[in-house]
């Protein structure tokens, strides 16, 4: 792939001193800049994340400390908690509203498209993203569909409370738990707007991708963070709209009569319905269609993230840059013809049990190469432990437990035993909790100094770490081994259970856990809101990195680059090299300067 | 843009990377030595054997890849951090070829050759086993939030269902009772007793949601779908009372929709059907 010229690129004149002409509301509400934009994103993610971490607090203490009655709970719930204990119902919305902000208004917001749209046009060395409209109007539908979702709180019969996963008959017939009347209506609406909001992001990015690289910037010169955005933006506009489709269909069965996902003879609430002729079946492959890309989608950008932040870290160049770029293309692949490894026991025929153990497990062999590309960017460098590059050390080591646990839920014969059970919830917290979790604070301790020409304390960012990696590792670590013993998901309390009682302890230790990582995520507010206002100014270059975003400074101007769209000579990962006093070169440092590797 | 070194940015003392190596190979030991301590449910059923040999089969190779790796992390860090110059800037072709493959393909021979040595004779067996003779079988409607149970009595046939005919109190599966198989058919509610060392048949229905019928004794999990009629077959092979319980979210009672199972002799079964019969035969 030669180096292409960009198709579209900007006349100064429509960028640089126009910006200070529009007024507040402008440039900061209503902006087209895709750096606000990812900081809109990004700001409404860490809200978002604040009411999830709530809602993880208030499920961890019903299952810590089942029969406690907490008083002062009471009046901020009078209805979920009455008397201070909390009513099945109001759980299992609970468990379902966490599930649902952490994954589609936390991770999502924050790192995909909060990050997406902060580094994507810097990086590939664009004045903004190809369609600054469009992104616009992408954030303002993400917000709308934040707003529905946390309002549905407050409908009659509370929130959805059946699943992230939202299985009919149970969601789809509001006589059969009460978080299925408008609760869930509001639910699916939410999730709409967030398709709706994350395609047209998604078309951006690729759009920014392939059209807006700066001269020089060829595909094998792309950051890792690039490609992962990339490929999570194509795997997004694949998979989401088998969704948009189940989810018209399943309020078309909740609102117009239809029959969908519902058979014949349902007997709900001692009443026959009337419907007949559906599947639901037909709406878990639907669902997972989109719901394991899904989590590559939020994955991916992680890991990206993370190949970039190491090397500024280690001072070399990451391990392995081509295979880790068609590991991520072949993930990308793979990942659209395994969902069916969610359904082992769901009543499909057993022999796509086997064919999707067997294609599943195949993901092993790309995600064992991005893995060991990440541990062996380590091997020989010389190492700076800093903040970002404590948490990027905590994403290879979740990457490597969680990726480990995929190993027993992708072989249909032990997901059998597991399916459903903590095993699942330890396994995928890991996963698309921990790594991305982790990765997400890596990129904002990392890209916080470009953002906001502001340098975040060190001191606290450490204790955040040091707080945070333990509790988090026990916590989700110990759910294997409490689903190994049997204990299925979703369940308001294990006490009515002989089987599960040696399950106590360990429930009551994870709940610990989970109080002392919640307290440790207010070093982090603290730390950003402090540094937002009184951190130290920061350099252009505070890492010494490579990639295009430190070429300019911090803050990037309106138009991001100044006068001119900088040449790009080099891939991504220039470290170890010989320059004036310095160790690396960036993307745009002159070939006569420094030799070009790649 | 070159910019002179930051005196921050000097390799930080190896106190911090020894302490993160020792957190990492701290909980990979700790972590290991927590789950060796671990059991599954006591096994109680022939195919079950199948099930727990593939899973101890991955306990042990993924355990011993994640200490591994997290000992090589942890080797990593606290190597790295005492250098202040890197001694190994890009590794040949050859290195990058060999650790993909080596790695890649490895771990993929242990998954893969996991499911197909192991895991799909298992998974074989347990669906395609030719019907038996003397298979008990136990007609299973799942309902909000309790198990409807239903043996065919000693006709061996079960008498029709209708679910316009379904009342909660009356009849909760909807039986035809104008249909003369019906009239053996012996009831239960969240109790099963089954022999022990005969084949078990479970059909599965569901009234309402979706519901799943997981005996992890048994290592049986099933999903009962309104609409669809799964059938699972296994062996008990001990005797005892054992928990029930629905595996997957069916509503607000989801987590005590539990039942008893009980696995009895032969003889006690019999005596056990025959007290049953006459109990609920001479009911009107």
Redesign the interface.
């Known amino acids: 792939m030669s180096a292409t010229a960009p198709v579209m690129v900007r006349t100064e004149s429509e960028h640089g001193d126009h910006a200070l002409e529009f007024g507040v509301l402008r440039r900061y509400v209503f902006s087209t800049d895709h750096k606000i934009i990812g900081i809109q994103y990004i700001l409404t993610g860490l809200v978002m994340a604040l009411v999830g971490a709530s809602l993880a607090a208030l499920i961890r203490l019903q299952l810590g400390w089942p029969e406690r009655q907490w008083t002062f709970l009471s009046q901020l719930f009078p209805k979920g908690m009455p008397g201070g204990v909390m009513t099945?119902?109001f759980y299992?919305a609970v468990v379902t509203m966490h599930g649902t902000i952490m994954v589609f208004f936390f991770i999502s917001y924050v790192l995909v498209s909060g990050f997406g749209n902060y580094l994507v046009p810097l990086q590939v060395g664009a004045r903004d993203m190809a369609f600054p409209f469009l992104n616009m109007l992408s954030y303002w539908v993400a917000f709308l569909a934040a707003v529905v979702m946390v309002v549905s709180f407050f409908v009659e019969g509370g929130a959805a409370a059946?699943?992230w996963t939202a299985?009919p008959?149970?969601s789809a017939?509001a006589a059969?738990?009460?978080g299925s009347q408008m609760g869930q209506t509001l639910w699916l609406l939410s999730m709409a707007f967030f398709i709706a909001s994350f395609t047209m992001s998604g078309l951006n990015i690729v759009a920014t991708v392939f059209s807006l690289r700066a001269p020089g910037m060829s595909l094998w010169r792309l950051p890792l963070t690039v490609w992962s955005y990339f490929i999570a933006a194509i795997i997004g506009l694949l998979a989401f709209p088998p969704l948009t489709a189940g989810a018209v269909m399943l309020l078309l069965d909740r609102h117009a009569g239809t029959s969908f996902f519902?058979?014949?003879?349902?007997?709900?609430g001692?009443q026959?319905l009337p419907n007949q002729g559906?599947?639901?079946?037909l709406w878990q492959h639907l669902f997972w269609f989109l719901g394991h890309p899904e989590v590559y989608v939020l994955i991916l950008p992680a890991l990206g993230v993370t190949c970039d932040i190491l090397p500024a870290f280690?001072?070399?160049?990451v391990?392995?840059y081509r295979?880790s770029v068609w590991a991520l293309v072949a993930v990308g692949v793979l990942s659209m013809i395994v969902w069916g490894h969610h359904m082992f026991?769901?009543?499909m025929s057993?022999f796509t049990?086997?064919y999707f153990?067997?294609a599943t497990?195949?993901i092993?062999?790309?995600m064992?190469?991005f893995g060991?590309?990440m541990?062996?960017s380590?091997?020989?460098?010389?190492?700076?432990?800093?903040t970002p590059m404590?948490f990027a050390?905590g994403v290879?080591?979740l990457f490597?437990?969680g990726g480990?646990?995929g190993?027993?839920l992708?072989?249909?014969?032990?997901d059998?035993?597991?399916?459903?059970?903590y095993f699942v919830v330890g396994h995928f917290h890991m996963m698309i909790g921990g790594v991305t979790l982790f990765g997400t604070f890596a990129a904002i301790y990392f890209w916080f100094p470009k953002m906001f020409g502001k340098v975040m304390s060190?001191g606290l960012g450490?204790a955040h770490f040091w707080l945070s990696?333990?509790p988090f590792?026990?916590i989700f670590?110990?759910q294997?081994?409490v689903g190994?013993?049997?204990a299925?998901r979703?369940?308001?309390?294990?006490t009515?259970?002989?089987?599960l009682q040696n399950t106590r302890g360990e429930n009551l230790l994870i709940s610990w856990m989970a109080m002392l990582l919640i307290t440790a995520q207010f070093i982090f507010l603290f730390n950003f809101v402090k540094s937002l206002f009184a951190g130290r100014p920061a350099?252009?270059?505070?890492?010494?990195a490579t990639t295009l975003e430190?070429?300019t400074s911090s803050p990037p101007p309106h138009g991001n680059f100044g006068a001119a769209i900088p040449n790009v000579t080099r891939w991504a990962y220039e470290?170890?090299v010989t320059?004036?006093?310095?160790?690396?070169?960036?993307q745009?440092?002159p070939s006569s300067r420094v030799p070009v590797?790649a | 843009?070159?910019?002179?070194?930051?005196a921050?940015?000097?390799?930080?003392s190896t106190l911090?990377?020894g302490l993160?190596a020792l957190?990492?190979a701290g909980?990979a030991i700790g972590?290991v030595w927590?789950?060796a301590g671990?059991?599954?449910?006591e096994l109680a059923s022939r195919h079950g054997a199948?099930?727990d040999a593939?899973?101890n089969y991955?306990l042990l190779t993924?355990g011993a890849?994640?200490l591994v790796?997290?000992c090589?992390?942890a080797w990593?860090?606290w190597q790295?951090?005492r250098?202040?110059?890197?001694?190994?800037?890009?590794?040949t072709r050859r290195t990058?070829l060999l650790?993909?493959t080596a790695?890649?393909?490895?771990?993929?021979l242990?998954?893969?050759g996991?499911?197909?040595a192991?895991?799909?004779p298992?998974?074989a067996e347990?669906?395609?086993s030719p019907p038996s003779n003397d298979v008990v079988t136990i007609d299973v409607t799942a309902?909000?939030f309790m198990w409807n149970v239903r043996y065919p009595g000693p006709d061996g046939v079960l008498g029709r269902t209708n679910?316009?005919l379904?009342?909660?109190s009356s009849n909760p599966v909807?039986v035809d009772r104008s249909d003369p198989a019906s009239k053996d058919d012996l009831f239960f509610q969240n109790e099963f007793t089954v022999p022990v060392n005969r084949p078990v048949k479970v059909r599965l229905h569901a009234?309402?949601?979706?519901h799943?019928f997981?005996l992890?004794?048994f290592?049986?999990?099933?999903?009962a779908?309104?609409?669809?009629t799964?059938e699972v077959v296994f062996v008990p092979t001990r005797t005892g009372s054992?928990?029930l319980?629905?595996?997957?979210?069916?509503?607000?009672?989801?987590?005590?929709m539990?039942a008893t199972f009980s696995v009895v002799t032969q003889q006690e079964y019999d005596a056990w059907l025959d007290r049953e019969q006459q109990s609920q035969g001479s009911q009107p």
């Open positions: 099945p119902e299992l059946s699943g299985y008959p149970l017939v059969a738990i009460p519902l058979p014949a003879g349902l007997v709900i001692n026959l559906g599947s639901p079946l280690t001072r070399k160049p391990f392995g295979w026991v769901s009543g057993p049990g086997e153990s067997i497990l195949t092993t062999v790309p064992t190469i060991v590309n541990m062996a380590l091997w020989g460098g010389a190492l700076r432990m800093r404590l050390c290879l080591a490597g437990s480990l646990g190993l027993f992708g072989n249909a014969t032990a059998m035993q597991l399916h459903d059970t060190e450490k990696f333990a590792f026990i670590f110990v294997h081994f190994i013993e049997g299925p979703r369940y308001y309390s294990f009515n259970y002989d089987f350099t252009a270059n505070p890492w010494e430190w070429t470290y170890g320059d004036v006093n310095a160790d690396f070169a960036a745009s440092v590797t | 843009m070159p910019m002179p070194h930051d921050e940015h000097r390799p930080s911090e990377s993160l957190l990492f909980l972590g927590y789950g671990i059991s599954l449910p199948g099930i593939m899973l991955l993924v890849i994640f790796g997290y090589v992390l990593l860090i790295g951090a250098r202040s110059i890197i001694v190994s800037r890009l590794a990058e650790l993909s790695l890649g393909l490895g771990m993929a242990i998954a893969e996991g499911v197909l192991i895991g799909m298992v998974w347990y669906f395609g309902q909000q679910p316009t379904i009342d909660d909807g009234r309402d949601v979706i799943s997981f992890p004794h290592r049986v999990k099933q999903d779908v309104p609409g669809m799964p054992y928990e319980l629905c595996a997957e979210l069916c509503g607000l009672a989801h987590y005590r539990r």
